[in-house]
């Protein structure tokens, strides 16, 4: 039975798509701009410093899948 303290309320959501980026994507994006992209791993570091203005270690999980989209897109296309 509700009372009126818990009336309308709602869990808190399981997924927060704004938290950090996981480790897995950490390590991605770094694979990726190495591998894929043909960056040295400081090189992805600035890359990241340009687009976000932070670190990978410090991207949200939105923000890291959106640089490993661009690491790879520079990867097919050969750009830096």
């Not at 897995?24 to 090189?43: F, N, S, V």
């Not at 600035?46 to 661009?70: N, V």
């Amino acid at each position: 039975m509700e009372t009126p303290a818990t009336a309308g309320t709602r869990p808190a959501p399981t997924h927060i798509s704004s938290g950090l980026a996981t480790p897995a994507q950490i390590k991605l994006i770094y694979l990726t701009g190495t591998r894929d992209a043909g960056i040295t791993g400081e090189e992805v570091e600035e890359q990241s410093h340009e687009r976000y203005g932070k670190l990978p270690l410090h991207l949200t999980k939105r923000e890291a899948s959106e640089f490993i989209d661009a690491l790879k897109a520079a990867g097919l296309t050969g750009t830096r």
